[in-house]
Every structure is written in C-alpha cells, then in structure tokens.
C-alpha cells in the first residue's frame, strides 16, 4: 500500500493560530488555568433575531441542497449591504457565498493564480494566505510593512514588489493581526500604482469591516479604475457574532465570479441552507447588534493597549480595528528563566503558555517575526488577569 502524501498538502504548513488554540485547550483539558488570547473569534452569543431565523428556516423546510452560489435571497442581501454600507454596486450574479469567507478567499486564490504567479502580500498577514497561495503553487511576495510605519504598505513598496509575473495584491483591511486600517487617501496611493499595472487582480480581505474605530470603512472596490478587478471577501462570522455558521462570500467581477461558482461547484456546492437563511436576517435586521459589540471592542482595544504600554519592553501602536494588538517583543531576545532561552516570538508564546498560562501567537505565524499577537475578544475580567500574568512571567526574564 502507497502512504505516499500528495507534494500539494505536503508543501503546506499547519494553522499557527489553531495549533496554539489546540495547546491551551490541551492544558485547559488537565486542569491548568489558560486565558485564551490566541483565538480569532468574537466572544459574544449570536444575536437573538438572527437564531430565531434559523429556527425559522428550520420549520419552513430549508433542509434541501442550496443553489452552488447561494439563494438568491441572501446574495440580493449582500447586494443591498454593498449598496447601502459602501456605496458598490453588485448584482447577484457577482456574489458566491461559501463555507465562510475563508472557503471564499481560496476559492479566489485557486481560480485566479497559476503554478509561477506572483501575489503580492504586505506582512504582517494572516497565517493562510501565503499557504493558499502555496496551495496554488503561486509565489508569494512578502513585503514587509513594520510598526513604524503603522503596519501599512505605501505606494512605493507596492510599486517595488509588482513584476510581470504579478497577478494578486491580497490586501487586509482591518488587518489581522495588526489591527491596521487604510485610509481612503491610503488605498489612493495604492490604487493609482495598480492603475499602472492593468494584470494585477486585487483581493480585499473585508471581514473585519464592521470591528473599527476611526468611523467609517473604506474599501478600495470604490476606486472606479479598478471595478473590474478588485474580489470583496466578507462575510457574517465577525461582525455579528457567527464565526460557527460557516457563511462567508466574494463579490467580484462577473468574469470571476463565474470562476469562482464552478469551481465551489466541484467540491463542497452551497453552504448551509440554515445558515444562509440565518446570514440573510443579519444584513436584513437590526444592525444595533454590530455597533454594540464594535464599542465593546473598543473599550477593550483601550484597556488592552493600556496594560500592554505598561510593560517593560514590550512596544506597542494603537491599532484601529480588528480585536488583536501586536506588541513588538524583540526585547526579550536572548533573556532567559531558568533552563528556557527566548530566542525568537515563537519561543517567548510558548514560555507565556507554560509560565503565564496564557496562550498568544508568534509574529512569525504572521510572516513576521518579532512580534506577538494577543486577541482582545474576551472578558474584560480575562484580559486584566492575562496581561498581569504576562507582566510577571516576563519580570522573570533576565
């Protein structure tokens, strides 16, 4: 018998993220106390009138297979969130919704990019992009956009990164694991330079849209040069509260679009028909939901970004969306405690694990070493009691 794992899935890294969320459940399961700050998750119920539709659903017999792009019902609704939220004008036919916006992110990916393809990504960035890519045998470009400059790539580096081999700028704004937020002038600059380069494809990754704080979301769809190749990917898992229904969506130009449906079409076909229905009373109802969970995380940013600026060491910007900060911890390089060395992010996470009992990210998950990123989606309660324990474990390091 041939045991023989594919080069494809070989070639892949595993998930830093769930890999360190699966250590400290591991930890939980024995009896130790963790905080989790290492989950990408809101920590709040979803709301009432949007459970209530699924139970609806439920009754109506929504228990068949959904269309391969989704009811039309829900992609009229997302339609409709563009229009109003964003001032962008979809039809229907331009929205595939998937198995949350993570499916529809590689869907994107696999149906744009070729074996030699470049995609350029500003890093720190989340942890599957550049394994999507890889998925693809895509090359991914990293440029590296530190915290003096906010965590946000200019003009000129995106000018220097484009060859003629580039066909993806995968841009996140709000960023995880920054919390970056672009401007409009800022996705400006960046859209007059992909003006300039008409083979560029540029995937937006939007799911945190709702999760910031300096007002208004600015998307770079709006820039009318670049309408017919910019992909939207959103979704319901973070603004309201459903990272566990799974629904997740592209809007993108009908060419990919189409793309994109034939190819979900082939391997999972439509989400969850309970789920969309539950999706659909989110974009339809009440969005009083969304600005009371925003607040709270605001006033968690605060919190956090208070505790964090007073440790010694740890350096820190403020970031203006998402729920993560992403202290700068190159400090503690070559500190020790007892037999443990800090010689890079990955080994100061795991000395806040076993030492503090709380579980962070390295920055190198993020294609950015240096750097640790703490979520801030849990009780104030565990963020105080998270950061005094790592104040401490950290005064032990000399």
């Known amino acids: 018998m041939n045991n023989e794992i594919s080069r494809r899935v070989n070639a892949l890294e595993p998930s830093a ?24 998750e809101p920590d709040f119920y979803t709301p009432d009138h949007i459970k ?19 009811y039309l019902s829900l992609r009229e609704a997302v339609c409709e969130k563009l229009e109003r939220e964003n001032g962008l004008s979809f039809t229907p036919d331009q929205i595939v919704v998937g198995n949350g916006a993570k499916q529809a992110l590689c869907n994107t990916i696999l149906a744009l990019v070729n074996e030699g393809d470049e995609v350029v990504i500003p890093t720190p960035a989340w942890v599957s992009y550049v394994q999507m890519v890889n998925l693809c045998g895509g090359k991914s470009v990293l440029v590296p956009v530190g915290i003096d400059q906010d965590f946000k790539v200019t003009p000129e580096q995106l000018e220097a990164a484009i060859t003629e081999r580039t066909k993806v700028l995968l841009l996140c704004s709000p960023s995880n694991p920054s ?12 859209a007059d330079v992909l003006e300039r380069h008409p083979q560029v494809v540029v995937i937006a990754d939007e799911i945190y849209e709702h999760i910031n704080y300096v007002g208004h979301h600015e998307s770079i769809a709006q820039f009318p040069a670049l309408r017919d190749r910019v992909a939207i990917i959103n979704g319901v898992s973070k603004a309201y509260a459903m990272t566990g229904w799974r629904i997740g969506y592209v809007a993108a130009p009908t060419w990919l679009a189409k793309a994109v449906n034939k190819l979900q079409g082939q391997y999972t076909s439509g989400a969850s028909s309970i789920a969309q229905k539950a999706a659909e009373a989110a974009y339809r109802g009440s969005q009083d939901c969304v600005e009371e969970m925003r607040q709270a995380f605001q006033r ?16 820190l910007n403020e970031p203006h969306g998402a729920f993560y900060v992403f202290p700068k ?6 500190k020790r405690y007892g037999d443990t060395v800090i010689g890079d992010d990955l080994d100061l996470a795991m000395y ?3 030492e503090a009992h709380v579980a962070t990210v390295g920055g190198t998950a993020f294609c950015c070493p240096g750097y640790l990123r703490m979520s801030y989606a849990t009780s104030d309660e565990n963020l105080i009691e998270a950061l005094a324990r790592i104040k401490a474990a950290l005064a032990k390091l000399e």
Do not use: C, W
């Open 52 to 70: 209530r539709a699924a139970h609806e659903a439920i009754d109506a017999n929504f228990s068949f297979y959904s269309p391969v792009p989704g």
């Open 17 to 40: 993220t769930l890999a360190m969320s699966q250590k400290s459940t591991e930890l939980k399961a024995q009896g130790v106390d963790v905080i989790n700050l290492s989950v990408g």
């Open 329 to 334: 911890v190159t400090d503690y390089y070559g």
């Open 352 to 354: 806040l694990l076993n």
């Open 179 to 190: 919390g970056a937020v672009y401007s409009r002038d800022e996705l400006k600059g960046l």
């Open 300 to 315: 968690r940013r605060d919190l956090v970004v208070k505790l964090v600026r007073d440790i010694p060491g740890l350096s």
